[in-house]
């Protein structure tokens, strides 16, 4: 291999090596990707989007996205739904990702007394965050409860709350929409406090 070719080959290992952006595990968030939005026939419903090198946030999986996560290198799955929505998606989403021998994370929320959205649902998130081994899939329905909890998580990261905006509302933030039934958006309810910048309809 003569010099230039090793010189191409280093220089396309060093720029890899710089575009890295690692969200799970992190202390800290100090560089936001903008989230590529993928395609959601026969995978997913509504939304699916990567974020960095190891982050995917969707809306619900069908089986044979929860096979393909497997094969991208998924390592744990989050779930956001109630039990109730749950019981309506035609298959044992726990069972095969247990079958799949990937890990399950059930934090069920749906803006309600019984299962709020709150401090205690973004420390449950945070929590998982900081144990997976590998990359993580963090679903609901259709990316609405998901883009909340983590534009949520990455505030308390640290990151500035108009590029969070900005980012939440590209995968499915629907801020001017909807809001929960508390009148609030989710993100402040995770957070426990007004979010300034947030569109309100």
Same mark, same amino acid.
């Given at each position: 291999?003569?010099?230039?070719?090793?010189?191409?080959?280093?220089?396309?290992? =060093? +720029? $890899?090596?710089?575009?890295?952006?690692?969200m799970?595990?992190?202390d800290?968030?100090?560089?936001?990707?903008?989230?590529?939005?993928?395609?959601?026939?026969?995978? @997913?419903?509504?939304?699916?989007?990567?974020?960095?090198?190891?982050?995917?946030?969707?809306?619900? %999986?069908?089986?044979?996205? !929860?096979?393909?996560?497997? +094969?991208? #290198?998924?390592?744990?799955?989050?779930?956001?739904?109630?039990?109730?929505?749950?019981?309506?998606?035609? @298959?044992?989403?726990?069972? !095969?990702?247990?079958? !799949? #021998?990937?890990?399950?994370?059930? =934090?069920?929320?749906?803006?309600?007394?019984?299962?709020?959205?709150?401090?205690?649902?973004?420390?449950? @998130?945070?929590?998982?965050?900081? +144990?997976?081994?590998?990359?993580?899939?963090?679903h609901?329905?259709?990316?609405?409860?998901?883009?909340?909890?983590?534009?949520?998580?990455?505030?308390?990261?640290?990151?500035? /709350?108009?590029? /969070? !905006?900005?980012?939440?509302?590209?995968?499915?933030?629907?801020?001017?929409?909807?809001?929960?039934?508390? $009148?609030?958006? %989710? =993100?402040?309810? @995770?957070?426990?406090?007004?979010?300034? $910048?947030?569109?309100?309809?």
């Amino acid at each position: 291999m003569n010099r230039p070719t090793l010189l191409v080959i280093a220089t396309a290992l =060093i +720029a $890899g090596a710089a575009h890295a952006q690692p969200m799970v595990r992190q202390d800290s968030i100090r560089v936001l990707p903008a989230p590529a939005l993928l395609a959601t026939a026969g995978m @997913f419903q509504e939304r699916y989007a990567k974020v960095g090198d190891d982050l995917f946030i969707a809306g619900q %999986p069908t089986e044979r996205a !929860l096979r393909e996560m497997k +094969a991208l #290198g998924v390592t744990t799955v989050i779930n956001l739904r109630s039990p109730e929505e749950m019981g309506r998606i035609g @298959f044992d989403e726990p069972a !095969l990702i247990a079958e !799949l #021998g990937m890990k399950y994370v059930y =934090i069920p929320m749906r803006g309600t007394e019984a299962l709020p959205y709150s401090p205690a649902g973004l420390r449950a @998130f945070a929590e998982a965050m900081k +144990a997976a081994n590998g990359k993580v899939l963090l679903h609901c329905t259709i990316a609405w409860r998901a883009s909340h909890l983590w534009g949520a998580y990455l505030i308390e990261q640290g990151v500035p /709350v108009a590029q /969070v !905006l900005e980012h939440t509302r590209a995968i499915n933030l629907m801020d001017g929409h909807r809001m929960s039934s508390s $009148g609030k958006q %989710p =993100i402040e309810e @995770f957070l426990g406090r007004p979010v300034a $910048g947030l569109a309100r309809h």
